[in-house]
């Protein structure tokens, strides 16, 4: 059974740190995603890794993956209040290569001070 | 495209009572999946269809619990009946393939007292 754990699962980070988030899984898997949710919100995708060693990044945040160490990280450089919210990866479990289904991690909440 | 829809955004119902949340997918898209989200179990999967077809339910806490998609571009979960543990957001997706990404509609927040 595919199991996700990320840490930290609360993370108070004052503008202008940078930090990580990660994201660990127990079984082997071709896909990671990041997604972005706001209180009260939906999940917004931010980035989906398919590769060993894939890296992608937008404004503030980069992610990447190795899957070797089933390990993906979202880094965070320079944080604004903007980034505030909860950030989840999400793995894909194929389960012997039938299925589509994506097991979520605990959520990291992103609390970022002035 | 619109996204995802879903209906009602908000419920608050009695104990005991049938609840249905309904879920229109993006228009082509052939999964369709079903997720709860509570602060003690964090983000689960109830349940997806490939092309109208349910494909793994093992996620459905119990026999409360049942879905439909009686055609691509609408389909239902349904509790009954309804207790306070089931208050949680649920949310449907949809994707296109079975690569394909998952887009998430905007929940149903559920309250049952």
């Known amino acids: 059974e595919l199991k996700v754990e990320q840490n930290p699962l609360f993370l108070s980070m004052q503008e202008g740190k940078n930090y990580t988030i990660y994201c660990n899984y127990s079984t082997t898997s071709d896909r990671l995603y990041w997604y972005r949710q706001d209180p009260g919100k939906s999940l917004e995708s931010l980035f989906v890794?398919?590769?060993?060693?894939a890296v992608k990044q937008e404004g503030r945040l980069m992610a990447s993956l190795d899957t070797k160490a089933r390990l993906s990280t979202l880094h965070i450089t320079a944080a604004v209040h903007d980034l505030s919210a909860t950030y989840f990866c999400a793995v894909v479990d194929r389960d012997g290569g039938a299925t589509n289904k994506l097991i979520f991690g605990t959520g990291t909440l992103l609390a970022v001070q002035p | 495209d619109a996204g995802v829809i879903q209906s009602p955004r908000h419920e608050v119902t009695e104990m005991g009572q049938e609840v249905t949340l309904r879920c229109k997918p993006i228009?082509?898209?052939?999964?369709l999946f079903w997720y709860r989200q509570t602060m003690m179990r964090g983000l689960e999967l109830l349940i997806y269809f490939n092309n109208n077809v349910p494909i793994d339910d093992s996620g459905m806490p119990e026999d409360r619990f049942s879905a439909k998609m009686p055609n691509a571009s609408f389909s239902t979960l349904k509790i009954q009946p309804s207790e306070p543990r089931d208050s949680a957001v649920y949310f449907c997706?949809?994707?296109?393939?079975?690569?394909?990404?998952?887009?998430f509609g905007p929940g149903t927040r559920l309250t049952v007292t």
């Open positions: 997706a949809s994707s296109l393939g079975r690569q394909g990404e998952q887009y």
């Open positions: 228009s082509g898209h052939d999964y």
């Open positions: 890794l398919l590769s060993n060693g």
